[in-house]
T-cell receptor, first 112, second 112 residues
Framework: AQTVTQSQPEMSVQEAETVTLSCTYDTSENNYYLFWYKQPPSRQMILVIRQEAYKQQNATENRFSVNFQKAAKSFSLKISDSQLGDTAMYFCAFLSGYALNFGKGTSLLVTP | DAEITQSPRHKITETGRQVTLACHQTWNHNNMFWYRQDLGHGLRLIHYSYGVQDTNKGEVSDGYSVSRSNTEDLPLTLESAASSQTSVYFC???????????FGPGTRLTVT
């Protein structure tokens, strides 16, 4: 079974600063997909960014980018120019086959 | 706009009662999923379906059942509710198995 580890239960960053959330995973597969989901206090799960394992180029979506290290099985999320609305739980997820395997999440607080 | 809805949003029930949580999506997605979210565990897969009349067990399926009689709906039934099933339940759907999963708003279930 694939496991996803988020080693930072809580993090805090000041508005306009940059923060990096860590994620590692364990798999013996070569083709898979990785995701970061955001869950704000509204509880809605929102996709932040997606990475295909066969692509060497790191995915970027506006202020969000990833550092995907396939050999190290690492998939960190960088949030640039943090905004108050980025306050949320962030979940790293691994997809291979039929369903997502989620990490336990990192609670991010953006302060003024 | 296409969407995925869940009902009820909140439910309180007693131990031993049968409970059904509804999930309805208008994207015409073949793939549908049920997850539960508990503190310290992230989201865990309960059941999933690849299409009409198809259902499969996930990681934590004991005590739950699903049925898929049409593309739009995947109701989740707790046959005899237990206090351990107090949780937040999320339904999700996707167009293909490698695509983003779209999540519903969640149902908070309390079993007393």
């Amino acid at each position: 079974a694939q496991t996803v580890t988020q080693s930072q239960p809580e993090m805090s960053v000041q508005e306009a600063e940059t923060v990096t959330l860590s994620c590692t995973y364990d798999t013996s597969e070569n083709n898979y997909y990785l995701f970061w989901y955001k869950q704000p206090p509204s509880r809605q799960m929102i996709l932040v960014i997606r990475q295909e394992a066969y692509k060497q180029q790191n995915a970027t979506e506006n202020r969000f980018s990833v550092n995907f290290q396939k050999a190290a099985k690492s998939f960190s999320l960088k949030i640039s120019d943090s905004q108050l609305g980025d306050t949320a739980m962030y979940f790293c997820a691994f997809l291979s086959g039929y369903a997502l395997n989620f990490g336990k999440g990192t609670s991010l607080l953006v302060t003024p | 706009d296409a969407e995925i809805t869940q009902s009820p949003r909140h439910k309180i029930t007693e131990t031993g009662r049968q409970v059904t949580l509804a999930c309805h999506q208008t994207w015409n997605h073949n793939n549908m999923f049920w997850y539960r979210q508990d503190l310290g565990h992230g989201l865990r897969l309960i059941h999933y379906s690849y299409g009409v009349q198809d259902t499969n067990k996930g990681e934590v399926s004991d005590g739950y059942s699903v049925s898929r009689s049409n593309t739009e709906d995947l109701p989740l039934t707790l046959e005899s509710a237990a206090s351990s099933q107090t949780s937040v339940y999320f339904c999700a759907s996707s167009e293909s198995l490698v695509d983003e999963q779209y999540f519903g708003p969640g149902t908070r279930l309390t079993v007393t």
